[in-house]
């Protein structure tokens, strides 16, 4: 397994949010978070790229315990975060944040950057650009192109199409399918949009009340009930 996580707990301070999260992502596999609003889906992305400390329980990653390890450490190991919100830097080009995404790697950035717009040709106009000035959509598209600029083997996607235009959205789906298609990618993704999770997961996870509940495939998506009660969004 490429990731395993067992036991997992943490939260804000006396606040506890995860509660004995287990479950396993194996190479290769897309795996989608849904859940209510306030049940732990940021907290855990947060928790596996080591922002918030374990309180209980072990992170491995690539068969190595991760569970005390820095973010920065967790990210030379392969972990690549898209938090929600984007998180670009604003007052910075286009092509000055994916240089921020090369900052682990050895080597020439102007080739790993190369290799990146190739999948996000929609960037290569806008180099040139502030991040700031972009659109919602290509906002999402550069957080993402310069979280691969760091080559991760694991990827952390949080709400990607919030706020975002439906043509960009089909163009995340496509571009990230082909990655996982063509080099291997793995993911864990949360996001509420129902269509966009069961066109990218390969098998979905519930979480309620900070712990993972149920496990779900993506073709279930489209039972009232299950959304319902298990998601928070009625149908």
Same mark, same amino acid.
């Given at each position: 397994?490429?990731? $395993?996580?067992?036991?997992?707990?943490?939260?804000?301070?006396?606040?506890?949010?995860? %509660?004995?999260?287990?479950?396993?992502?194996?190479? &290769?596999?897309?795996?989608?978070? /849904?859940? +209510?609003?306030?049940?732990?889906?940021?907290?855990? @992305?947060?928790?596996?790229?080591?922002?918030?400390?374990?309180?209980?329980? #072990?992170? +491995?990653? &690539? &068969?190595? $315990? =991760?569970?005390?390890?820095?973010?920065?450490?967790?990210?030379?190991? &392969?972990?690549?975060?898209?938090?929600?919100?984007?998180?670009?830097?604003?007052?910075?080009?286009?092509?000055? %944040? @994916?240089?921020?995404?090369?900052?682990?790697? =050895?080597?020439?950035?102007?080739?790993?950057?190369?290799?990146?717009?190739?999948?996000?040709? #929609?960037?290569?106009?806008?180099?040139?650009?502030?991040?700031?000035?972009?659109?919602?959509?290509?906002?999402? /598209?550069?957080?993402?192109?310069?979280?691969?600029?760091?080559?991760? #083997?694991? =990827?952390?996607?949080?709400?990607?199409?919030?706020?975002?235009?439906?043509?960009?959205?089909?163009?995340?789906?496509?571009?990230?399918? #082909?990655?996982?298609?063509?080099?291997?990618?793995?993911?864990?993704?949360?996001?509420? %949009?129902?269509?966009?999770?069961?066109?990218?997961?390969?098998?979905? /996870?519930?979480?309620?009340?900070?712990?993972?509940?149920?496990?779900?495939?993506?073709? %279930?998506?489209?039972?009232?009930? /299950?959304?319902?009660?298990?998601?928070?969004?009625?149908?």
């Amino acid at each position: 397994m490429m990731l $395993d996580v067992q036991g997992l707990r943490t939260g804000y301070g006396r606040i506890p949010i995860l %509660n004995d999260v287990s479950f396993a992502v194996a190479e &290769g596999e897309f795996i989608g978070i /849904l859940g +209510h609003n306030g049940m732990g889906k940021t907290t855990l @992305l947060k928790a596996l790229m080591g922002f918030l400390p374990a309180t209980g329980g #072990r992170v +491995h990653f &690539g &068969g190595e $315990d =991760v569970t005390a390890l820095e973010p920065y450490r967790r990210a030379r190991l &392969g972990l690549g975060y898209v938090p929600q919100g984007r998180e670009i830097f604003p007052a910075l080009t286009v092509y000055d %944040n @994916l240089r921020m995404g090369c900052a682990k790697q =050895v080597g020439a950035e102007d080739d790993v950057i190369e290799t990146v717009l190739q999948e996000f040709p #929609r960037l290569k106009p806008l180099l040139d650009r502030l991040g700031g000035a972009l659109s919602g959509g290509e906002q999402q /598209l550069l957080a993402i192109a310069r979280c691969l600029c760091g080559k991760p #083997r694991l =990827v952390l996607l949080d709400e990607p199409t919030e706020g975002i235009q439906p043509s960009i959205i089909e163009e995340i789906v496509d571009t990230l399918q #082909r990655l996982r298609d063509s080099s291997g990618l793995t993911m864990i993704l949360v996001e509420q %949009n129902l269509d966009f999770i069961a066109a990218m997961s390969q098998r979905i /996870l519930i979480i309620q009340k900070g712990k993972i509940t149920r496990e779900v495939q993506p073709g %279930n998506l489209g039972d009232p009930s /299950l959304v319902g009660e298990f998601i928070g969004i009625t149908t």
